[in-house]
């Protein structure tokens, strides 16, 4: 079957690699990450949860107060992300039901080069897409935390020393540490759809803003003086325990 009988006119070469390049570069990063050894800062902040979860267990419940302000922060900016994203998300979904009037205005401006309304409609089709996979990722991630919450509370089930209680610690943390994993993935998605709104300047541009996205998300996942300190940090936790 041919399919490209299905595509716009206008659909070439490289308008198809920038397109597939923003979901290349983004499928790829965290796989990247752990190929150069150190992973994301979330993935090296795990030990770091897991002696929190430690602390927790061996603390009276009437001493938690601070730690369940700190999740609720972290609940809290989960829901604003997740509730902007939403508003965002139906203002998109939206706008699919008057396309023709947004090609019309975007062909007006002077930066924008002409393009059917046919690979118009596929690009913001794509930044829709990006932008609901970041609402799933922050509505998953506030059902992780609700998981962990749950978790917590039942961590005085077993003694502070137990094996059981080693376990229930560990796995308190691992469910932690994967609700601020999709947290991030919601974030990080935000900027992919930056480097998808450039697709409408043109191929070029777009595969440019792809690649400094990619290479400013591993700066500051690899280089920033924050992560040089969480990586000190971190080895420093390590050889104390």
Known sequence: MNFSFYLPPDF???HMFALIMIFVVWWLYEPLLNLLGRGTLNAQLHVVRLKWMLMLIHSPREYRTFDGILLGQISSAMSYFGSAT???????VGALASINHIHSSMMEIAFVPPISLE???????????IIAHCFFSFTYGLRKLAYTLAMIG??????ADSPQAAVMTAQTAT??????????SGIRGYFFAVAGFM????????????????FLLYYRQGLSKEALAIDRY?????EEG
Do not use: H, Q
Request: hydrophobic share 60%.
């Open 12 to 14: 070439n070469a490289p």
């Open 86 to 92: 939403l508003i965002i998300l139906i203002g998109f």
């Open 119 to 129: 690979l118009f409609t596929v690009y913001f089709a794509a930044i829709t897409a």
């Open 154 to 159: 039942g961590l005085d089930d077993a003694p």
């Open 175 to 184: 469910v932690l540490t994967e609700a601020v994993k999709s947290m991030n």
């Open 199 to 214: 697709l409408f300047a043109g191929p070029t541009i777009s595969v440019i803003c792809t690649l400094a996205i990619g």
């Open 234 to 238: 971190v080895k420093a936790m390590r």
